[in-house]
């Protein structure tokens, strides 16, 4: 059983705008890929996640998508604008193909998930600002 | 540490609630759209047809132990509740549920065909998208969350999230609490900047208590 899983640095997603960025997950979605994103998305972000994926959503091959993402976002304007101050970004977040996600167990810090292969691969794949997505991705 | 120029946040709390007053006051009072939102089988279609059944006579929708019964938005107008404050007038705006995934096999094992469950989650999908355009149409939102199953997932989260980013006042209903294993302590836990009115929506417990949150928070 092989998982590949992107890991995407906010740098490289920050420039991005919000339809760009879930274009950008859901390519990697629909390859069997898990992306692992280092700053989530924000609620409006996930809803056109969410919008997207359905409007993606097949009969075939793909059924969709799991997302957790570790924390919450300040829930009122007071720590809307603390948070923007201290630079305080929303949690890692985990988006991948629901045929592959297994389990998950998630609490506000805690998040445990199991995921079964998809296609043959095995790669971990980074990306960083400094590097585009093919020369930042190492084979293992 | 304190931090003075937060303090104009207080102010800014103090000139909402003064012009939510003036507005109670003197404004032009409109019937309330109340939209229903939540995961898939929480029972949303469940408390808009006992809500409905009781003050307006009729029915809004099928409900059934399929997932995305309802698969189109369901509306309906001018439902007025006798309260302990007097009336409360709104319009009621039931959602299909919101979902990550739609597996048209999940209907296939309710002895549905295949061709029928593809055209179902089709619909499903389409039904998903239209609630989640429906968010900049409603004035108030009840979350509906099943009390008997986890409340920390995604979906809720997401859903919770963009009403509060949009600023759209919001109660979070507790349903199934005639079940035995319902908790609505853990949905409190899980959201404690919302007020939650636990209920049931099958039998119709404390749903006066649900009209007189609506009528305080949501009007």
Same mark, same amino acid.
């Given at each position: 059983?092989?998982?590949?899983?992107?890991?995407?640095?906010?740098?490289?997603?920050?420039?991005?705008?919000?339809?760009?960025?879930?274009?950008?997950?859901?390519?990697?979605?629909?390859?069997?890929?898990?992306?692992?994103?280092?700053?989530?998305?924000?609620?409006?972000?996930?809803?056109?996640?969410?919008?997207?994926?359905?409007?993606?959503?097949?009969?075939?091959?793909?059924?969709?998508?799991?997302?957790?993402?570790?924390?919450?976002?300040?829930?009122?304007?007071?720590?809307?604008?603390?948070?923007?101050?201290?630079?305080?970004?929303?949690?890692?977040?985990?988006?991948?193909?629901?045929?592959?996600?297994?389990?998950?167990?998630?609490?506000?810090?805690?998040?445990?998930?199991?995921?079964?292969?998809?296609?043959?691969?095995?790669?971990?794949?980074?990306?960083?600002?400094?590097?585009?997505?093919?020369?930042?991705?190492?084979?293992? | 540490?304190?931090?003075?120029?937060?303090?104009?946040?207080?102010?800014?709390?103090?000139?909402?609630?003064?012009?939510?007053?003036?507005?109670?006051?003197?404004?032009?009072?409109?019937?309330?759209?109340?939209?229903?939102?939540?995961?898939?089988?929480?029972?949303?279609?469940?408390?808009?047809?006992?809500?409905?059944?009781?003050?307006?006579?009729?029915?809004?929708?099928?409900?059934?132990?399929?997932?995305?019964?309802?698969?189109?938005?369901?509306?309906? /107008?001018?439902?007025?509740? &006798?309260?302990? !404050?007097?009336?409360?007038?709104?319009? #009621? =705006?039931?959602?299909?549920?919101?979902?990550?995934?739609?597996?048209?096999?999940?209907?296939?094992?309710?002895?549905?065909?295949?061709?029928?469950?593809?055209?179902?989650?089709?619909?499903?999908?389409?039904?998903?998208?239209?609630?989640?355009?429906?968010?900049?149409?409603?004035?108030?939102?009840?979350?509906?969350?099943?009390?008997?199953?986890?409340?920390?997932?995604?979906?809720?989260?997401?859903?919770?999230?963009?009403?509060?980013?949009?600023?759209?006042?919001?109660?979070?209903?507790?349903?199934?609490?005639?079940?035995? /294993?319902?908790?609505?302590? &853990?949905?409190? !836990?899980?959201?404690?900047?919302?007020? #939650? =009115?636990?209920?049931?929506?099958?039998?119709?417990?404390?749903?006066?208590?649900?009209?007189?949150?609506?009528?305080?928070?949501?009007?």
């Amino acid at each position: 059983m092989e998982v590949q899983l992107d890991f995407v640095s906010s740098e490289s997603l920050s420039p991005m705008g919000s339809m760009e960025k879930v274009a950008f997950i859901l390519a990697r979605i629909k390859k069997d890929i898990i992306v692992v994103l280092e700053e989530g998305l924000n609620p409006n972000e996930e809803a056109e996640l969410i919008e997207s994926t359905m409007r993606e959503i097949n009969t075939k091959d793909f059924h969709g998508i799991e997302f957790y993402r570790l924390d919450n976002p300040p829930n009122n304007l007071r720590s809307k604008i603390a948070s923007y101050i201290a630079g305080k970004r929303f949690g890692l977040t985990i988006v991948g193909p629901t045929r592959m996600v297994r389990a998950i167990k998630k609490e506000p810090d805690y998040l445990s998930m199991l995921a079964k292969g998809g296609r043959k691969k095995r790669r971990i794949n980074v990306q960083s600002a400094k590097k585009s997505t093919k020369k930042g991705r190492k084979k293992s | 540490m304190y931090i003075p120029f937060l303090n104009i946040f207080s102010m800014l709390d103090n000139l909402k609630n003064f012009y939510k007053t003036l507005l109670k006051i003197f404004g032009n009072k409109k019937d309330i759209q109340l939209g229903f939102y939540g995961a898939v089988n929480a029972g949303k279609t469940t408390l808009a047809n006992k809500i409905s059944l009781d003050w307006l006579g009729e029915e809004v929708g099928v409900v059934s132990e399929i997932p995305h019964e309802t698969r189109q938005v369901q509306k309906v /107008e001018n439902i007025v509740v &006798k309260t302990n !404050n007097g009336e409360l007038k709104m319009n #009621v =705006v039931d959602m299909p549920g919101i979902a990550t995934q739609v597996d048209y096999k999940q209907f296939t094992e309710f002895g549905i065909g295949e061709k029928g469950a593809k055209e179902r989650a089709k619909e499903a999908t389409k039904g998903v998208i239209e609630a989640i355009k429906w968010l900049d149409n409603v004035d108030a939102v009840l979350v509906v969350l099943d009390s008997t199953e986890d409340p920390y997932t995604q979906v809720n989260v997401t859903i919770i999230g963009n009403l509060e980013a949009r600023g759209i006042p919001t109660i979070i209903v507790a349903n199934k609490i005639d079940l035995p /294993e319902s908790s609505n302590t &853990k949905i409190e !836990n899980a959201f404690p900047q919302h007020i #939650v =009115v636990p209920i049931s929506a099958a039998t119709g417990e404390n749903l006066e208590q649900l009209y007189n949150a609506i009528q305080e928070h949501l009007t």
